[in-house]
């Protein structure tokens, strides 16, 4: 089965911060991977499909890259409301895993 | 307006069952991949399985905790998928999601209690 594994499983970034989580699938996956945003209260918000095509009505500040094991999702000015957890997912095949998300905070 | 609304949630004893449900309008649902997601308690989102649609075979996957115990399906003529769960486990407590990937859509989540 692909593991997905994120990092780092939290991070706490000041307003206006460039700020990175990286996943990585056990195994290749192509570009198979979708990108989501979690914030409490919330039902979760896709943001990337196909790893890097960005959403309708998702802020251009949130960009996302990679292809095969390793990927990113960049956002590149952090804005109080982007506080949430992050979590990839692999489409590629099933089981269709996702990671364990990423929590960003604000400092 | 797309809409998924999930039903069928409840508290139920170890080794029960419950069969959830999730109506969707607003798209084409026949031609709809869905997918069942679930998060519990303090935990992240954990993928349940998947159903193709029936042009695409109409298939199922499942994540290993729940094979051979929940059975996911569909009812195109209703725009309704369901996943039936048997053999409960008190770690099967979560909210329980229906989505459609490719679109983004999600439900608003049904909670699902296992307890004694």
């Known amino acids: 089965d692909i593991q997905m594994t994120q990092s780092p499983s939290s991070l706490s970034a000041s307003v206006g911060d460039r700020v990175t989580i990286t996943c990585r699938a056990s195994?290749?996956?192509?570009?198979?991977l979708a990108w989501f945003q979690h914030t409490p209260g919330k039902v979760p918000k896709l943001l990337f499909f196909?790893?890097?095509t960005l959403q309708s009505g998702v802020p251009s500040r949130f960009s996302g890259s990679g292809s095969g094991t390793d990927f990113t999702l960049t956002i590149s000015s952090l804005q109080p409301e982007d506080v949430a957890t992050y979590y990839c997912?692999?489409?590629?095949?099933?089981?269709?895993?996702f990671g364990q998300g990423t929590k960003v905070e604000i400092k | 307006e797309v809409q998924l609304v999930e039903s069928g949630g409840g508290l139920v004893k170890p080794g029960g069952s419950l069969r959830l449900s999730c109506a969707a309008s607003?798209?084409?649902?026949?031609?709809?991949?869905m997918t069942w997601v679930r998060q519990a308690p303090g935990k992240g989102l954990e993928w349940v399985g998947l159903?193709?649609?029936?042009?695409?075979?109409?298939?199922?996957d499942y994540a290993a905790p729940v094979k051979g115990r929940f059975t996911i399906s569909r009812d195109d003529s209703r725009n309704t998928v369901y996943l039936e769960m048997h053999s409960l486990k008190t770690e099967d407590t979560a909210v329980y999601y229906c989505?459609?990937?490719?679109?983004?859509?999600w439900g608003l989540g049904t909670v699902v209690t296992v307890s004694s």
């Open positions: 607003g798209f084409t649902f026949s031609n709809a991949w």
């Open positions: 195994q290749g996956i192509s570009n198979n």
């Open positions: 196909a790893a890097s």
């Open positions: 997912q692999n489409y590629n095949s099933a089981p269709r895993t």
């Open positions: 989505m459609n990937l490719y679109f983004g859509y």
């Open positions: 159903i193709k649609s029936r042009t695409d075979g109409g298939t199922t």
